[in-house]
């Protein structure tokens, strides 16, 4: 087995195999109790792996060391602790064993100890989690000002990004089709069905249930939110 911590080609191996490793993999997941009917579970994307692991830096060379060239304690510690307190993202290897893994992480805790029978080896212990690179996308929002030509009032509006129904030209009309419904036409047209009461104003309908196929409906250019 061979357990790695590298960094842009500086690489670590641990000279002495650890005597257990966790892996922890977790579904996320979300409870909800429902009213009369219990509690349910809603699963979500996977969380990210934890490993833990613990073992010595051995001062002196011996046969379970896995490594050609072994470095003192204080190498190993020094380096291990100067990445975590970087917050570098390490790439985690391992090789030669049941379950390999090779994945992005960083270190979250770092634990060293010394005990009285080998005053010169350095005992610890490691917890490493997972990274996923992560980049938020930037949007840009603008504003324009208008005149509003029934009273002359300048309107601050917000202008959309392209491709948005919002975006899209309101027909002058629309011709009824079978299956039709108001709403229907008015989440075509305008881009939103809850407008359709606008529609039905604009074109005297009373019961906005009663159109029919071939009418001829009156779109309005500014529908009032």
């Not at 604009?202 to 409906?217: C, D, H, R, S, T």
Request: proline letters at 6%; hydrophobic letters at 35%; glycine letters at 4%.
């Amino acid at each position: 087995m061979r357990v790695k911590l590298s960094l842009s080609g500086d690489r670590l191996i641990f000279p002495v195999n650890p005597l257990q490793m966790s892996v922890k993999h977790e579904a996320a997941h979300t409870s909800h109790s429902i009213l009369n009917y219990g509690e349910i579970v809603i699963p979500d994307s996977k969380k990210l792996i934890k490993v833990n692991f613990e073992g010595f830096f051995p001062r002196e060379k011996a046969p379970y060391v896995v490594t050609d060239v072994l470095q003192s304690p204080t190498y190993y510690v020094d380096k291990l602790t100067s990445w975590m307190d970087s917050r570098n993202v390490l790439a985690f290897i391992t090789e030669e064993c049941a379950n390999p893994i090779r994945i992005s992480c960083i270190i979250t805790s770092f634990e060293i100890d010394e005990k009285s029978g080998a005053p010169e080896d350095i005992y610890y212990k490691i917890a490493l989690k997972e990274y996923k690179d992560f980049k938020a996308s930037a949007s840009t929002v603008t504003f324009r000002v208008e005149t509003n030509t029934n009273n002359g009032e300048e309107v601050v509006s917000k202008e959309t990004e392209p491709g948005r129904e919002s975006d899209k030209k309101i027909p002058e009309t629309y011709t009824v089709k079978s299956g039709d419904t108001l709403w229907k036409i008015a989440k075509k047209c305008v881009g939103n069905g809850s407008k359709y009461k606008a529609i039905a104003a604009y074109n005297n309908i009373k019961n906005p249930n009663l159109i029919f196929p071939g009418q001829v409906l009156k779109i309005p250019s500014e529908v009032v939110e």
